[in-house]
């Protein structure tokens, strides 16, 4: 079991930019591929990005493409997300989850995921 924790959220204006970050507990971080997902008010549980247990490929939701960068550090046991030019419809927690494995864009295929981190973009 990986225990993960989530910060960098916060608030921002329309346009501005947020580096998330989560901090994993795993022994070996590099066993696990990581991914970030969102919720928003009164919906289910979205994909943003996932990236591979060594970092080397990376996959992004439509939404995310071209604005959103997602990166890790196996040394320090954290992944990051770059979220730049945010838009209003970006407002969700926003949740990072591992997996032993290949990366995922299915949430149900993640075994362990962080407490969340409210991301909230003003127009």
């Known amino acids: 079991q990986v225990q993960l924790v989530e910060s960098g959220g916060g608030l921002v204006q329309a346009g501005g930019s947020l580096r998330l970050s989560c901090a994993a507990s795993?022994?070996?971080?590099?066993?696990?591929?990581m991914g970030w997902f969102r919720q928003a008010p009164g919906k289910g549980r979205e994909f943003v990005a996932t990236?591979?247990?060594?970092?080397?490929?990376?996959s992004y939701a439509d939404s995310a493409k071209g604005r959103f960068t997602i990166s890790r550090d196996n040394a320090k046991n954290t992944v990051y997300l770059q979220m730049n030019s945010l838009k209003p419809e970006d407002t969700a927690v926003y949740y990072c989850?591992?997996?032993?494995?290949?990366?995922?864009?299915?949430?149900?295929?993640?075994?362990?995921w962080g407490q969340g981190t409210q991301v909230t973009v003003s127009s």
């Open positions: 795993a022994r070996t971080f590099s066993d696990y591929a």
């Open positions: 990236i591979s247990r060594s970092g080397s490929s990376t």
């Open positions: 989850a591992a997996r032993g494995g290949g990366m995922s864009i299915s949430s149900n295929s993640y075994n362990d």
